[in-house]
């Protein structure tokens, strides 16, 4: 509406107040109290209305991070028929990018913990990690545990903090969330600028 009347003033200002809820960096990330459309109030918005919001406004700095937030998700909600959340056809495909680039990057991370994590067989008997009989196989034990706890756990939010749960002792969890932190932080400066990737259309 302030675009709309004219108001340009009370439209920056506007703009300004979304700039924490949508950050665009990983220190913005750390640093915000409220993220996505929760920063809009009760009745919070769909993801896929704040998305078109902002594509109609041309709020750039704020599409990547409103993107991810409607890939979260998952396709039941991308294509919800909500007359404020369809989304135009080209948005539409680039967010089926989004999830799927999504999925391959959980599959690297969940490499990346076990792998340069130096994740291994825990000696910790409460510890799920304590399976296998060679150093092959307890690698792949615990690829598969972490694997699942990430696209179970996660609903897709790489972004959250892992919680692993009752599945490892206090040791490999210090270790797991010390590698996910970093690829967390990864995605936000790599991935996360071309989420709505090729198909876009912006």
């Not at 902002?54 to 704020?62: C, D, H, S, V, Y």
């Not at 959340?85 to 680039?101: D, F, H, K, Q």
């Not at 994740?119 to 792949?140: D, F, T």
Request: aromatic share 8%.
């Amino acid at each position: 509406m302030a675009a709309k009347y004219g108001f340009s003033d009370v439209r920056e200002q506007l703009v300004e107040d979304l700039m924490d809820a949508y950050p665009t960096n990983w220190e913005g990330f750390e640093a915000a109290r409220v993220l996505g459309e929760d920063v809009f109030g009760l009745p919070k918005p769909h993801p896929n209305a704040v998305l078109n919001l902002f594509l109609e406004q041309n709020i750039r700095f704020a599409l990547p991070f409103a993107a991810y937030r409607a890939t979260i998700g998952g396709f039941s909600s991308l294509v919800s028929n909500r007359s404020d959340a369809v989304l135009p056809r080209l948005t539409l495909a680039s967010m089926i990018y989004g999830v799927e680039r999504i999925r391959h990057v959980m599959v690297q991370v969940s490499h990346s913990i076990v792998y340069n994590g130096n994740l291994s067989a825990c000696p910790r008997r409460e510890c799920v990690l304590n399976a296998g009989i060679n150093p092959i196989e307890q690698r792949m034990e615990a690829l598969k545990k972490v694997f699942r706890v990430m696209v179970e756990g996660s609903k897709d939010d790489i972004l959250s903090p892992l919680s692993m749960g009752d599945l490892v002792c206090a040791h490999c969890t210090k270790l797991l969330g010390g590698v996910h932190l970093r690829c967390r932080e990864q995605f936000v400066w790599v991935a996360l600028p071309s989420l709505l990737g090729p198909a876009r259309g912006i």
